[in-house]
């Protein structure tokens, strides 16, 4: 290993017992915390950068944080021209159409306990169904555009946020149910006022969790058919290309697209929650 090795190496360890020190030292400064998770990244793409240059890994095996960073700089139109396909039109637009479709059905199960007894097995089955099986079938049905890619992630997203839903409608107490009988609160009085608030804990864990099935499934779903762009299309052809590095500046991309999709839903949890005892010391 060359002297560029050694030296990530080094850095790591140096790193690390920083971020250990810190950690241990500062454990409820929101500053410290920030710093920590900051230098632990920084130290991944130093090793990362340090054992491909020391190691000489081959690009088509393995390419550089720097050629990563070069491939996303040398080809920003690209990449946007790929996001706004795969992000803003299949993976959002999917995400928000399955998203409130789960909801208003959960409200409906909520209500009808025929619904229950037959619409949840049926969407347990459906949820296990396998990604690589299902979109060939929506990309025939709904053409290889984006409409498609939408059609995979409401799929995906549908069954998690339901079952969180109906989990969250279920969880009020039985002294607030009888409290609101005795106020004589219609249904949808109780659910505005007690069982949707209840809820909202369940449904953003939901959220959460269906803002990366979304970018998976709009992603895999481009593999099957698309037009000539899109994340799933250019890792798909790159990959045949050998163009390791833009497959990875692709990569890059979904990467902090899910999180900033996923920071968004937790701070509107959070100003949406803050009465909830998950919320403190946040």
């Known amino acids: 290993m060359s002297a560029i090795g050694w030296g990530a190496i080094l850095f790591w360890g140096v790193a690390m017992g920083l971020n250990f020190f810190l950690a241990e030292r500062y454990p409820n400064s929101r500053p410290v915390r920030a710093l920590v998770a900051t230098l632990f990244g920084v130290t991944l793409l130093v090793l990362w950068q340090g054992l491909v240059r020391g190691l000489d890994v081959s690009p088509v095996i393995l ?19 790929d996001f706004v396909q795969t992000i803003l039109k299949g993976a959002l637009s999917g995400y928000l159409i399955g998203c409130g479709a789960a909801i208003l059905v959960a409200i409906a199960v909520d209500r009808s306990p025929f619904l229950q007894r037959g619409l949840l097995p049926v969407g347990n089955f459906v949820a296990a169904l396998p990604i690589v099986g299902i979109a060939p079938i929506l990309v025939m049905w709904f053409g290889f555009d984006w409409q498609s890619k939408a059609a995979v992630v409401v799929v995906m997203v549908f069954f998690p946020v339901l079952v969180n839903m109906v989990a969250g409608l279920a969880a ?9 009988a005795t106020w004589s609160a219609s249904y949808g009085q109780s659910l505005i006022k007690m069982r949707l608030p209840a809820a909202l804990p369940f449904l953003f864990n939901g959220l959460k969790i269906a803002t990366t099935l979304a970018l998976i499934g709009a992603i895999v779903a481009e593999f099957f058919g698309s037009p000539t762009r899109g994340m799933g299309f250019r890792i798909s052809t790159s990959v045949g290309q050998l163009d390791l590095a833009l497959v990875w500046a692709e990569i890059a991309v979904a990467a902090l697209a899910g999180s900033g999709l996923f920071g968004l839903i937790a701070m509107i949890e959070k100003a949406a929650t803050f009465w909830h005892p998950s919320q403190r010391g946040r």
């Not at 960073?69 to 946007?80: E, K, S």
């Not at 009020?172 to 609101?180: G, V």
């Open 63 to 81: 390419p550089a944080p720097s050629d990563i960073a070069a491939a996303i700089v040398g080809n920003l139109p690209l990449l946007w021209g």
């Open 172 to 180: 009020t107490d039985a002294l607030s149910r009888d409290l609101m």
